[in-house]
């Protein structure tokens, strides 16, 4: 029993890279498909017109924040099955909130004399948008945006139990087996993509700034 232990858990830190890439993937890819949907949703609900949705909408959004990632999996287990499919879309949905709240907060706090002075210049609706509201708030989207992206590479390890893959599948390994060094090379990996996710929106946000900045 040892032997086919050792030889398990062997086989399964050769497999390490392939399980760093999944994860990475199982974070990046709700990222992005969390950032086309909330994103020009709270635009959206900044304008007049979409304004008295905003509550309603924000409520989805908190939900979906609260509602576990495994209990979304069991949710749509009829339709999707295990995987990683189902855990894209539960990872995908627990990252919606941040990015909406912070976008609407950024937009909604952009100066009232800013805009009319921009309109007082000539500027149309979609210019003042494009041209003063986004540049000024994407210090405050951003934001969001990391948080999301630190909260998905947490939560990532829970695909495994789903077969999902990802650095999880290490981590539950070395608790079944009570092998401290697999848990630990596990959490220091997603932590690792956490810090360097981070890391680069950060640089990301600084660009933006920067060539805001020179355009003025």
């Known amino acids: 029993m040892d032997f086919e232990t050792d030889r398990f ?12 890439l999944e994860h990475l993937q199982l974070v990046l890819i709700p990222l992005v498909i969390a950032f086309v949907v909330a994103f020009p949703v709270a635009i959206l609900l900044t304008r007049r017109r979409f304004i008295r949705s905003t509550e309603r909408v924000m409520a989805v959004f908190n939900a979906g924040q609260t509602i576990p990632p495994l209990a979304v999996i069991a949710i749509f287990f009829p339709f999707l099955g295990l995987g990683r499919e189902p855990a894209l879309l539960a990872l995908t949905i627990y990252a919606l909130l941040p990015i909406a709240r912070n976008t609407l907060v950024g937009l909604k706090g952009v100066p009232r004399e800013v805009i009319e002075a921009a309109r007082g210049m000539g500027m149309t609706d979609w210019e003042i948008l494009i041209r003063v509201e986004l540049p000024l708030s994407v ?9 999301s992206a630190i909260l998905i590479a947490a939560t990532a390890a829970l695909a495994s139990l789903v077969g999902g893959g990802g650095m999880g599948t290490i981590i539950f390994a070395g608790i079944d087996f009570f092998r401290v060094e697999l848990v630990l090379a596990g959490t220091l ?4 993509i956490a810090i360097l996710l981070d890391r680069v929106l950060t640089v990301v946000e600084n660009i933006l700034t920067t060539v805001h900045l020179k355009s003025r």
């Open 9 to 20: 858990i062997s086989t399964l830190v050769d497999r390490a890279p392939p399980h760093a």
């Open 139 to 147: 210090p405050v989207i951003m934001a969001g945006v990391r948080i």
């Open 189 to 192: 990996f997603i932590v690792f």
